[in-house]
């Protein structure tokens, strides 16, 4: 499971696969966007994003880094899923996932 805050949805569909006595097949470890992003920015030469001496990397920034708009307001799981999953191919890979952000291009 990867995504902005993976440990959030990992718990959540875990506990809903119990509920619902469904087998839960997943192993305990997530990539979250976050470290992702933070790392491709350290191995480019970036300064990522500091305030308060802890990371100021939150999603809009990520996904300005990465090239495509922001995730619309308010939250929307389907959504969140969708750009979390472009940028984490643009991090990884270097080239878009999604056709309705292939028109956005990767700004590195």
């Avoid at 119990?18 to 030469?45: Q, S």
């Avoid at 995730?71 to 080239?95: I, T």
Wanted: aromatic letters at 10%; hydrophobic letters at 40%.
């Amino acid at each position: 499971i990867a995504g902005q805050n993976p440990s959030f949805d990992r718990d959540a569909i875990h506990k809903a696969a119990e509920r619902y006595h469904i087998n839960w097949p997943l192993a305990y470890r997530t990539i979250d966007l976050h470290t992702a992003c933070w790392f491709h920015m350290v191995k480019r030469g970036v300064a990522p994003p500091v305030a308060n001496k802890r990371s100021d990397l939150n999603s809009d920034k990520i996904m300005k880094y990465v090239g495509i708009p922001a995730e619309p307001r308010p939250h929307n799981a389907l959504n969140g899923a969708k750009v979390a999953a472009e940028a984490l191919s643009r991090l990884f890979y270097d080239k878009s996932l999604i056709d309705e952000f292939k028109r956005h291009p990767i700004p590195w």
